[in-house]
């Protein structure tokens, strides 16, 4: 594969990953639950290595097809990643769409499927060239099948939208095709394509679902009829069968009879499962759009179910857990600190410029005005590419940065004080003065368990590391605009909590408002009863328990823990 095809893999999903917000708020098919963008986000995460071993990367989409949507898509590209010349384009492409409807048991037009039966069409009657005048081509028959599912599936006629999953992949191949016509500027923004359709009616009402949205992936030691015969009397049941594994996704009441069942015939290699009646609750209640929204990085310590919560966007960096490689906020604590604690390879990456770039247009597509808390220019470049996306995009100034010198714990404690006092004003000059104030007054402080992990990124002379751990030195670290600095060095965990109420008391008394964060790595049990004291000192304040940030935890390892507080 050449280069350009590889970056036009890699376009295509990162622009997926740039609109999953939107794609989520519109997922009303077959199950109004919300999640089709971090479904296709994670799903197509494996084509940002498209050129590499063509079997690693179809393997890596089996395994990391998530959700209806994720499992078709994954059938389709698992043909398409192969092509290795324009030539192949619709072979390949005839290959995916007859994998997508065979992957599912009722597949359904007005979907995904929609849009791989135009995409095969249009190849049927020109071949593709690489410039522009071919890419304008292929794409409005692209975006009329988009269209056109909202009067095919009488629910997405009722809810007054199109497809999430069909125009999830309208936009990956918008990415895709301009990308190799070397069209890459220009797009238009998806609000402006679908604008009156990408708004859930407020007449729309979902019935009530319970039981749970299960995926895995299972190497079968016994018949595949075996396998086939538990999973296949589930509902929404799909079924991948490759070499000796299955991948299955389907709805079932019962996910650990499931899971029993298929651990009985062999060894379950992964494992996902969603509360489809949470699922729903939280899409039905999701925060109205409002025309004022703040975007910060997910370098914050917070989580996706927060930014759905309370109604920002998170920009996230890329984490690398040995072969596995996804955005921070989908993988799982748990998976990271135990992969890092069985000395797994782990490292960081951001997001490409292309990607953050699309990041800024979905924002401002979907909002009057954006408040960037953008994460410590110390720490990444986000702050200096977001200002030169604006000297080119943004003349009326919609887009507001501001750089928190801030990461972890204290820059999310800064997003969730600005998100709630934008939400009681909902005037965004005043909110930037907020955020400003809060810039300065919150402070953050994190207790290492080790320091070899800061040592193996590079932030740490080996040296010194091995001299800590030695001698059983915890380092106690704080994030300033200028970089981190070493704010003492304790002994044990007794130490570590006088030390944090030491801090958290010269700067609060007892009946001050404020917001606290506690964050946990792979400790959330001591973390938790230090909350309990925490909540006996300070009454009136606001305590919270959050995950701290993966990248932060890729960096500082397991057993690490932090507190920030903000005075409000």
């Not at 990953?17 to 197509?44: E, F, K, M």
């Not at 890596?60 to 192949?88: E, K, P, Y």
């Not at 086939?228 to 799909?238: D, F, L, M, T």
Request: hydrophobic share 40%.
């Amino acid at each position: 594969m050449d280069e350009l095809l590889k970056k036009s893999f890699m376009a295509g999903a990162e622009r997926v990953a740039a609109w999953a917000d939107l794609l989520d708020a519109i997922n009303v098919y077959p199950v109004a639950d919300g999640d089709t963008g971090r479904n296709l986000s994670i799903s197509l995460s494996p084509l940002r290595f498209a050129g590499d071993e063509k079997d690693k990367v179809i393997r890596h989409l089996l395994m990391a097809a998530r959700g209806n949507s994720g499992n078709i898509a994954s059938q389709f590209f698992s043909a398409f990643c192969t092509v290795d010349s324009l030539q192949h384009l619709k072979v390949v492409v005839q290959e995916g769409n007859a994998r997508a409807w065979k992957a599912v048991s009722n597949p359904r037009s007005g979907t995904m499927l929609s849009v791989f039966d135009a995409l095969e069409e249009i190849l049927s009657q020109q071949d593709f060239i690489p410039d522009q005048k071919s890419a304008d081509q292929i794409l409005p028959r692209l975006e009329r099948a988009v269209h056109e599912t909202r009067e095919q599936l009488p629910k997405l006629k009722e809810a007054g939208v199109v497809d999430s999953g069909a125009l999830g992949m309208y936009i990956f191949f918008e990415g895709f095709f301009y990308t190799l016509a070397g069209y890459t500027n220009s797009y238009r923004p998806v609000t402006d394509v679908f604008k009156d359709h990408l708004v859930i009616s407020s007449a729309f009402k979902e019935t009530p679902e319970a039981g749970y949205c299960v995926d895995f992936v299972v190497k079968a030691d016994t018949s595949s009829d075996d396998v086939i015969k538990i999973a296949g009397g589930q509902e929404s049941a799909i079924i991948i069968h490759e070499g000796d594994l299955f991948k299955i996704h389907l709805h079932t009441a019962d996910k650990e009879k499931i899971k029993a069942q298929m651990s009985a015939l062999g060894s379950v290699m992964t494992w996902e499962a969603d509360n489809l009646s949470d699922q729903i609750k939280e899409f039905m209640n999701a925060p109205t759009d409002s025309r004022m929204h703040i975007m910060t990085d997910a370098a914050g310590s917070l989580t996706r179910e927060d930014a759905k919560k309370y109604g920002f966007t998170l920009l996230n960096s890329y984490l690398h857990v040995s072969e596995k490689s996804l955005p921070e906020t989908y993988f799982h604590p748990h998976e990271l600190y135990s992969a890092m604690s069985a000395g797994a390879k782990v490292s960081t990456s951001q997001s490409s410029v292309f990607e953050r770039h699309q990041f800024y247009s979905s924002v401002l597509a979907r909002f009057e005005k954006v408040l960037y808390l953008c994460v410590g220019s110390v720490y990444t470049g986000n702050y200096s590419v977001a200002l030169e996306w604006k000297k080119e995009h943004d003349p009326q100034n919609r887009l507001m940065v501001i750089d928190t010198g801030a990461a972890s714990g204290r820059l999310g404690t800064i997003v969730l004080a600005t998100q709630r006092y934008l939400t009681q004003t909902n005037d965004m000059e005043k909110t930037f003065a907020f955020a400003e104030r809060a810039v300065k007054t919150c402070e953050e402080y994190v207790f290492l368990e080790k320091l070899q992990y800061l040592a193996s990124g590079g932030r740490l002379s080996k040296t010194s590391a091995f001299f800590g751990d030695m001698l059983k030195m915890k380092p106690v670290i704080s994030p300033h605009p200028e970089g981190v600095r070493k704010a003492g060095v304790v002994r044990n965990r007794k130490d570590q909590i006088t030390m944090a109420l030491g801090k958290m008391a010269a700067a609060l008394n007892k009946d001050s408002y404020a917001l606290i964060m506690l964050e946990y790595s792979d400790n959330v049990v001591q973390v938790s009863e230090f909350q309990k004291q925490v909540k006996e000192l300070y009454p009136q304040a606001d305590i919270i328990l959050q995950p701290l940030s993966l990248t932060s935890g890729a960096h500082m390892g397991p057993g690490t823990w932090g507190v920030a507080f903000l005075p409000i």
